[in-house]
């Protein structure tokens, strides 16, 4: 359970501090690594990362994500992630946790959290619908991904594609 203490959040009765948990997730560290280092439990690495996630706000002023096209073929987009905020990756795990309730992996959770978004927005805007706009996340990966194909890229497709990778990997 979360309480403060000389207005720090703290979890568990050895006292961590959230924010380090926290700041071990973004630093990449499997939740089994996290456990080690602090005395905590699985669900309380859970309990961290959810509580900085909506504790924290983006910034839209920020640049939270940038992407890069890998792909030598101008027909093909790879999308890789070239840089990441610490809140916006957050909230990301946070939201394909939505998804993947019990999973405990950090880049599983991050991928799906990512491909949902995408999804989501991607088909709002192909159905003429501004939805994902209301959502810092949603608009964040669509305007990354707008941002490295070219005009000849069919939305379309790329859901569908989205979608059978989302199906491998369940």
Do not use: W
């Not at 359970?1 to 630093?27: F, Q, W, Y």
């Not at 996630?53 to 030598?72: C, G, Y």
């Not at 999308?79 to 795990?93: G, H, N, Q």
């Not at 000849?152 to 859901?159: G, H, M, N, Y």
């Amino acid at each position: 359970m979360i309480s403060t203490r000389n207005g720090h959040l703290i979890i568990s009765k050895h006292c961590v501090p959230v924010r380090e948990v926290a700041d071990a997730i973004c630093d990449r560290m499997e939740i089994e690594d996290i456990c080690i280092k602090f005395p905590v439990q699985v669900y309380e690495v859970m309990e961290c990362m959810d509580c900085v996630a909506d504790l924290e706000n983006i910034n839209i002023n920020q640049v939270h994500l940038t992407l890069k096209n890998a792909s030598t073929d101008k027909q093909e987009t790879k999308i890789e992630t070239t840089s990441i905020s610490d809140v916006f990756f957050l909230k990301v795990i946070q939201y394909g946790k939505v998804f993947l309730e019990h999973c405990t992996d950090f880049n599983k959770l991050y991928d799906k959290g990512f491909r949902m978004c995408a999804i989501e927005a991607f088909e709002d805007d192909l159905n003429g619908s501004v939805g994902y706009e209301s959502s810092d996340l949603h608009n964040i990966v669509f305007n990354a991904i707008m941002d490295i194909v070219n005009e000849d890229f069919d939305r379309a497709l790329f859901i569908s594609f989205l979608k059978e990778q989302d199906d491998t990997e369940v």
